[in-house]
């Protein structure tokens, strides 16, 4: 064996060190993000973590030579807890899907799952890497089966910071929730050229796959957001009312008190008339900690609203009739988004808090043409499902027929339920009641509009009242609105005992 | 021109606006009685009511245009 001098190794060494650094410039070399692009794809995946925690995973796996797998993979922290990010590369074949792409998305979605960390997706993908064939396809729907794996045990959160078409589309909607950033995050199986050429049909890309588009009549997206920045910020700001997995805890806050002004204002509120509007974000306000909040699909489906938000620094999720739109009935449409909001926290734990003012869900040939039925079941099922979650409710007027059921009733499993002095629970109105269970004597009344007047009250005040579901024990108490958040805290304490 | 339009099935109980009126985004212009709840339509941009689409005690479906607003002048 000849002898190696020492020279020769570090001529060696140096070559080694030469040629890896090479490589790192090759492939770190900050490609400027094109168009409405502010970040690179690397760049995001930094921003959502908290500063310098942000490691990748595989750094100089190629798809081929010279093209990167077209995904940055790794995990970090936010806010001191370790999530899990893919963010693609539109820098590299555009972002799109290819077999090695969808390996590193894969990996990391495995190594999320197994450890129990969140995963965050950065989308910015023109869809299937052609050249790539069936090996793409056949990427993308393991990418979509690990989806579906995943949902029984971390959370998932996409964000849409560029196209997201084809089959790239599909994977956010296999996730929690969408955050779309206005004008560049666009979502659709086939963009406007395509959609030209298939059906003639002429529209832009925002048209058919626009934030705007998404958040309002589609509700495939859950947040619009201006900014790259903004979208990654409101990932963290989700996830802080989020456990990691499935069996994780729940990130408690120092308690915070309530806004007092709204907590004040909470006996005023609600109109004694039951058929006046009122903006149900106020009785919100004087119920939970003051401060954070943070409402999903909020331009979507408005007579319910969904948010996050916390009582004495444990997060809530609140499901709330909004009587301010459409006089807050159910419907088809924001059936599925309850559904979908109680099913996730109920999925993860989350206590759920139903703050219930609801005329019913709205009749009809175009309701019931639209499946209301089947979307109203969702409701049920969720709530009666969501046993894992510390189930109160909490009806501030009324509470009639079907949808007192469906809005988080005991019947269907809550913990406990506090109906306001003045609430009205019953099978039904007490217009509509009067005229089913008097209709011969308001036929041969003399001056039936009277009669039916005196009728109604008598019917509110004796069937209609919620002592009658407090005596039965389906409600726990009748309260004052501003007894209201001091149940709940109280309730809340079980919590600490688990 | 801009029409406002009916959110939700129901019958026109009120109509608030004259012809003429200057109204700005938010402000009410009829309230349609559905479910028992007394439910507004609002002024979807500044302008004057150009026209005024429905009477009193008339049903309204989903999306059909109530109010028509001219939203053209001092905009």
């Known amino acids: 064996m000849p002898h190696v001098s020492d020279d020769h190794v570090t001529t060696q060494t140096s070559s080694g060190r030469t040629r890896l650094d090479e490589r790192r410039r090759a492939r770190f070399a900050r490609v400027e993000p094109r168009g409405a692009r502010v970040h690179t794809a690397r760049e995001r995946a930094e921003l959502l973590m908290d500063e310098g925690t942000f490691v990748e995973f595989t750094p100089l796996r190629a798809a081929q030579p010279g093209a990167g797998s077209g995904v940055v993979t790794g995990w970090g922290l936010v806010d001191g807890r370790p999530v899990v990010v893919a963010s693609h590369d539109a820098a590299i074949a555009s972002g799109a899907i290819g077999a090695v792409m969808a390996e590193a998305i894969c990996r990391a979605q495995r190594f999320a799952i197994d450890r129990g960390f969140p995963i965050v997706f950065v989308n910015d993908s023109g869809g299937a890497r052609v050249p790539d064939g069936i090996l793409a396809l056949h990427g993308c729907g393991e990418i979509f089966a690990l989806n579906v794996e995943a949902q029984d045990r971390i959370p998932q959160i996409s964000v849409i910071l560029g196209p997201c078409a084809g089959a790239a589309a599909y994977s956010p909607a296999l996730t929690d929730w969408t955050i779309m950033v206005k004008g560049h995050g666009h979502m659709f199986l086939t963009g406007p050229d395509v959609v030209r050429a298939a059906t003639g049909e002429d529209a832009t890309a925002d048209e058919i796959g626009g934030s705007g588009m998404h958040t309002r009549v589609s509700g495939v997206a859950h947040l619009e957001v201006e900014t790259e920045v903004e979208a990654l910020q409101s990932v963290r700001h989700l996830l802080s009312y989020l456990p990691s997995h499935v069996d994780g805890e729940l990130p408690v806050t120092g308690p915070v008190p309530v806004n007092p002004i709204s907590a004040e204002a909470l006996s005023t509120v609600v109109p004694e008339k039951a058929s006046v509007v009122f903006d149900m974000h106020d009785v919100i306000d004087g119920v939970l900690d003051n401060g954070a909040r943070l409402e999903l699909m909020p331009e979507y489906a408005g007579s319910v609203l969904t948010v996050f938000g916390r009582i004495e620094g444990r997060p809530v999720g609140v499901v709330a009739n909004q009587p301010a739109v459409r006089g807050g009935i159910l419907d088809s449409q924001n059936s599925v988004k309850i559904a979908r909001f109680v099913e996730f926290c109920g999925r993860f734990g989350i206590p759920i808090i139903t703050l219930v003012d609801v005329p019913g869900f709205l009749p009809g040939t175009v309701e019931e043409g639209r499946g209301i039925i089947t979307h109203g079941a969702k409701v049920l099922k969720a709530y009666a499902q969501a046993r894992k979650s510390l189930r109160l409710t909490v009806v501030v007027r009324k509470a009639y027929g079907g949808a007192y059921i469906a809005m988080g009733s005991t019947s269907l499993g809550a913990d406990a339920a506090w109906a306001w002095s003045n609430a009205e629970i019953a099978v039904m109105g007490p217009g509509g009641a009067v005229g089913l269970l008097h209709r011969r004597e308001l036929a041969a009344a003399e001056d039936p509009a009277a009669l039916r007047e005196r009728l109604a009250a008598e019917y509110r005040e004796n069937v209609a009242r919620p002592y009658v579901a407090a005596e039965a024990g389906i409600i726990e108490d009748v309260i004052h609105p501003e007894e209201t958040r001091d149940r709940l805290v109280a309730a809340m304490r079980v919590l600490e005992h688990r | ?75």
Do not use: C, F, Y
């Not at chain 2, 009511?49 to 309204?60: K, N």
């Open chain 2, 1 to 75: 021109m801009i029409d406002a339009k009916a959110e939700i099935v129901g019958n026109v109980w009120k109509i608030v606006v004259r012809e003429g009126d200057q109204v700005g985004p938010g402000d009410p212009l009829i309230v349609l009685e559905t479910m028992k709840m007394e439910i507004p339509v609002h002024a979807p941009a500044h302008g004057h009511v150009s026209r005024i689409l429905v009477a009193e005690g008339q049903i309204v479906q989903e999306g059909d245009p109530v109010v028509e607003i001219d939203d053209t002048v001092g905009a």
